[in-house]
């Protein structure tokens, strides 16, 4: 069965430096890796997303994420944090060879940074 | 566009009242999924459907629930009798695909907030 697991409930970070929230993604064929942010009040938002192709995959925001299939993660990442990037992140997954369509979402981390 | 549309944004009922949540999805999406979110048990699917038609929904916790599609357009989630637990932020979103695999992106709308007292 596919899983998503988000291991932070919180990541804290000062603003101008670098943030990783993490993600780790069990499936049993290729996966459909996604990050999403919801900022308060709002619906889920897209940020990026790795199908195939270039493990390095750049999204909004300045967001940007990292497959690794030996590692089974998914990391995102950004070089320099604001703090309007603070908001709830989720990471999900989808088994490209699964014949259910639909995505599996972790559980979120609360991204927090300071000015 | 003016992307997913649901309503209520917030809705206050008392216990055994029934609920009618809906949405609108974007124009030319066939597919749309129903989500729950809780603190305790995060973000769930309850149901989703292609073409109006539903394809899963396992994720739907009981009876008391059920949802509709009636056109490409419009859906509705129905919870008869509410009951406390199921206070939440229920959400919409849709996306494109073809006959059998949708597109990976989903657009979610805005939340309709419950709170069942």
């Known amino acids: 069965a596919q899983s998503v697991a988000q291991p932070e409930d919180q990541v804290n970070v000062a603003e101008g430096n670098p943030l990783t929230v993490k993600c780790t993604y069990s499936v049993s064929g290729n996966p459909y890796l996604f990050w999403y942010v919801q900022y308060p009040n709002r619906g889920l938002q897209f940020l990026l997303k790795y199908i195939t192709g270039d493990n390095l995959v750049k999204g909004s925001y300045g967001f940007e994420a990292e497959f690794n299939k030996s590692q089974t993660s998914f990391h995102l990442k950004k070089p320099s944090a604001l703090v309007s990037d603070s908001a709830l992140y989720f990471c999900a997954v989808r088994d490209i060879r699964d014949a259910t369509d639909k995505l599996i979402f972790g559980t979120g981390t609360r991204l927090q940074v300071f000015p | 566009d003016a992307g997913v549309i649901q309503s209520p944004r917030h809705e206050v009922t008392e216990m055994g009242q029934e609920v009618t949540l809906r949405c609108k999805p974007i124009?030319?999406?066939?597919?749309l999924f129903w989500y729950r979110q809780t603190m305790m048990r995060g973000l769930e699917l309850l149901i989703y459907?292609?073409?109006?038609?539903?394809?899963?929904d396992s994720g739907m916790p009981e009876d008391r629930f059920s949802a509709k599609m009636p056109n490409a357009s419009f859906s509705t989630l129905k919870i008869q009798p509410s009951e406390p637990r199921d206070s939440a932020v229920y959400f919409c979103?849709?996306?494109?695909?073809?006959?059998?695999?949708?597109?990976?992106?989903?657009?979610f709308g805005p939340g309709t907030r419950l709170l069942v007292l």
């Open positions: 979103a849709s996306t494109t695909g073809t006959a059998t695999m949708p597109e990976e992106t989903q657009y």
């Open positions: 124009s030319g999406h066939d597919y």
């Open positions: 459907f292609n073409n109006n038609v539903p394809i899963d």
